[in-house]
């Protein structure tokens, strides 16, 4: 978990008096601001549709984790009374069935909103992704843009809003590095998508800082926070990375775009889309910030060179599992 690496926020003591209510918690983001969370002596009730797949987290002190249907909003208004903040990290990458993006990402939101209005929620972090908007190139961006739009319009209403846009985010059991030496190890080649598309990764420990800040700070409330690394980086560089860091020898090859696109209409027939068109045209645009790190969070942030070698050798047991079910597809 993150506090290997930092920890630089304390949360004050007046959040520590009721729940803080997360749903998308048992995910990869979700499971460091959690550990944090708890860490510091906040109680979390973690929504979840499947309490059996993440009874480890059972065992941690302070969480009430409990399986219900977040899309039902009576669940909703029953779990969040009496919490004083609610986080939504909930979040899909691909859809199942057409439709999903417009579930998770929009209908879900609205929920949400509308649930914390009704039990005097006071704040409501929610997660969205750089580059979300309505008129992205994506059906992934523009659900998340209109699900971003319309958590901040609920700000009218008295709800404390504040939203995160992040750059792909690293750490340990990531979607980004892991993958990379799963393929990496694998393939004798490897040949990369998108390869000329740039990122500027942030580390999640980084991420969790600023949800801590978001918590309590009067003067983050009504933002929309891009977060972004401290260097960007082109796809195919990140993958040449990784099998350095792996000390792998491996022709990297990188694609342009036809044939990325006709790999992305091959791959997601594949179980577990491993890639898809929606997720090419989402890597039309760069995902790096324009502007500086919003100051309110610090200056400080982490370099993946300094973390990723630090836990990309060691992947644990519970992580290799979770990549053989997203690749049989029962993700
Ligand atoms: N990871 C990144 O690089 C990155 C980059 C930019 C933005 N983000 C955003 O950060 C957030 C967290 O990302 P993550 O990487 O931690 O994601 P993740 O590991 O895939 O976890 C997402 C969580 O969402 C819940 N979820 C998934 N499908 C759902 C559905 N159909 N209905 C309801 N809940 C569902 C799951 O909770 P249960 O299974 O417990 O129900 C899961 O724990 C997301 O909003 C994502 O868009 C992530």
Known sequence: ??????????????????????????????????????????????????????????????????????????????????????????????????????????????????????QGVKRLLHMSALNANVRGLSHYLRSKGEGEGLVHSSSTQGLQVISFRPSVIFGPDDHLFNRFAQILKLFPVVPVPCAAARFAPIFVGDVVHCFMVALQEHAAIGHRYDLCGPKSYTMQQLMEYTAQVLGLQRPVIGLGNVSSRLMASMMEFLPGKPLTRDNYLSMQTDSVCQGEFPAIFGTQRTALEAVVPVYLGHRDQRARYYDYRRMAGRD
């Open 1 to 118: 978990m993150v506090e290997e690496f930092s920890l630089k926020v304390q949360i004050q003591s007046e959040i520590k008096k009721r729940d803080i209510c997360v749903l998308g918690g048992t995910g990869f983001v979700g499971r460091h601001l959690v550990n944090q969370l708890v860490k510091q002596g906040c109680r979390v009730r973690l929504l979840t549709r499947n309490r059996e797949r993440y009874r480890d987290l059972l065992v941690w002190p302070g969480v009430e984790m409990v399986e219900a249907n977040i899309h039902d909003a009576q669940v909703l208004h029953k779990y969040f009374e009496g919490c004083g903040a609610v986080i939504n990290l909930a979040a899909i990458l691909n859809e199942k069935r057409h439709g999903d993006f417009h579930i998770v990402h929009v209908d879900l939101p609205r929920k949400v909103i509308q649930a914390c209005l009704a």
